[in-house]
């Protein structure tokens, strides 16, 4: 059986205020998430091992 440890693959939480949704997610969920900033919106990713998936 393959490994299903990182199941999850995309999902979305819009957010009024991504700073402090940021920090509220890090802190809840122990994390350093990663902040992607693009011309026209922000998104947060989580860090990924591209062997090992999500920490």
């Known amino acids: 059986m393959?490994?299903?440890?990182?199941?999850?693959?995309?999902?979305?939480i819009v957010v009024s205020d991504i700073d402090k949704a940021t920090k509220f997610y890090g802190t809840i969920l122990v994390i350093k998430l990663n902040l992607l900033e693009a011309p026209v919106y922000k998104m947060v990713l989580f860090p990924v091992d591209?062997?090992?998936g999500i920490p």
């Open 2 to 12: 393959e490994n299903t440890a990182s199941i999850v693959n995309w999902f979305k």
């Open 50 to 52: 591209s062997l090992k």
